[in-house]
């Protein structure tokens, strides 16, 4: 039973805009928010802040990893881990300013910072 727990876990690499690669031990269970949780810590890009890209695909926060795909499979690499890299995107920050009328004064903050 113990083994099947160990082949249950896995861990998700997960690279930002600026190419850095932080990993991420997730379960095949959670769902994605969750893992944006888990992730958060690692990268400090907050949950809400975060646009997770698997393979091509944004992930919703309500599907689990498994049903992304990202369920601890082999992979395609020499540490059967390759496969599970997630592109992080963090969401623009968009700030009003001028009157609550004039919507032309739009400021977009891509640090992504999550304020």
Same mark, same amino acid.
């Given at each position: 039973?113990?083994?099947?727990?160990?082949?249950?876990?896995?861990?998700?690499?997960?690279?930002?805009?600026?190419?850095?690669?932080?990993? %991420?031990?997730?379960?095949?269970?959670?769902?994605?928010?969750?893992?944006?949780?888990?992730?958060?810590?690692?990268?400090?890009v907050s949950a809400s802040s975060?646009?997770?890209?698997?393979?091509?695909?944004?992930?919703?926060?309500?599907m689990t990893l498994e049903e992304?795909?990202?369920?601890?499979?082999?992979g395609d690499g020499e540490d059967?881990?390759?496969?599970?890299? %997630?592109?992080?995107?963090?969401?623009?920050?968009?700030?009003?300013?001028?009157?609550?009328?004039?919507?032309?004064? %739009?400021? %977009?903050?891509?640090?992504?910072?999550?304020?």
């Amino acid at each position: 039973q113990q083994q099947q727990q160990q082949k249950e876990k896995m861990v998700i690499t997960v690279l930002d805009t600026a190419h850095s690669k932080f990993s %991420v031990p997730a379960d095949p269970n959670w769902t994605v928010a969750r893992f944006k949780s888990a992730g958060a810590a690692r990268h400090g890009v907050s949950a809400s802040s975060q646009r997770l890209i698997y393979m091509g695909r944004l992930l919703d926060d309500m599907m689990t990893l498994e049903e992304c795909g990202l369920d601890g499979g082999e992979g395609d690499g020499e540490d059967g881990g390759s496969s599970r890299i %997630v592109h992080l995107f963090p969401k623009p920050n968009v700030v009003l300013r001028g009157d609550d009328d004039d919507l032309g004064n %739009v400021l %977009v903050d891509g640090s992504g910072s999550g304020g």
